[in-house]
């Protein structure tokens, strides 16, 4: 069981704009801590998409979108090409005995 | 340009110790935290314990105190990752990350080290 709760799938033709929600608690997003992305293709390491709530590090489309708003957070990808299949996760900070790091439980992006 | 380069996969036994290494370069080593990170198979992923490789400072997870143990060697730039009395649950690929500074988020990710417990 995941701190932070993400839908285990989402799904989207190409082109078109999919979501992805991260809800947390009053000990993590809704403390103000920022909320990271993370994107981990089939076999490889999580690579950082977006980090401190709306910011892409250099070198990532600006088809990926980050927001936050009180207890929660989302990935926006709009524009979805086939090398968009991936598993996103996002990350906070909690300050329970939770853990310093916390993850979402990750959420499979299927492009159809 | 920043890289974490972590050791070979691991087979142990149940009861046995493993231990993970994560070679950085590229960067100043003493200046950014490094975390650890594990994902079993199929699953998400779940946060270790990070080192502060300047002082030795340590934090771990709740989950793992007792079990694992975080050390560098500064002089070869180089964090581990230590986990003891191994179950067949700790089978997972093991992540070193480096942490931005004062942002608490992972910037760099090594290429992971698969370990696998199994009698």
């Known amino acids: 069981q995941s701190v932070l709760t993400q839908p285990p799938s989402v799904s989207g033709a190409p082109g078109q704009r999919v979501t992805i929600s991260c809800t947390g608690s009053?000990?993590?997003?809704?403390?103000?801590?920022?909320v990271h992305w993370y994107q981990q293709l089939p076999g490889t390491a999580p690579k950082l998409l977006i980090y401190a709530n709306t910011n892409r590090p250099s070198g990532v489309p600006d088809r990926f979108s980050g927001s936050k708003s009180g207890t929660s957070a989302s990935l926006a990808i709009t524009g979805l090409q086939a090398e968009d299949e991936a598993d996103y996760y996002c990350q906070s900070f909690d300050s329970s005995l939770s853990g310093y790091v916390v993850f979402g439980g990750g959420t499979k992006l299927t492009v159809l | 340009q920043v890289q974490l380069v972590q050791s070979g996969a691991e087979v142990k036994k149940p009861g046995a110790s493993v231990k993970v290494s994560c070679k950085a370069s590229g960067y100043t080593f003493g200046g950014h935290y490094i975390h650890w990170v594990r994902q079993a198979p199929g699953q998400g992923l779940e946060w270790m314990g990070w080192?502060?490789?300047?002082?030795?400072?340590?934090n771990y997870a709740q989950k793992f105190q007792g079990r694992v143990t975080m050390t560098r060697d500064t002089s070869i730039s180089t964090a581990y990752m230590e986990l003891s009395r191994l179950r067949f649950d700790d089978t997972a690929v093991y992540y070193c990350a480096r942490e931005t500074r004062g942002g608490y988020y992972l910037d760099y990710w090594g290429q992971g080290t698969p370990v696998t417990v199994s009698s």
């Open positions: 009053s000990s993590n997003i809704g403390a103000g801590y920022d």
């Open positions: 080192i502060n490789p300047n002082s030795g400072d340590t």
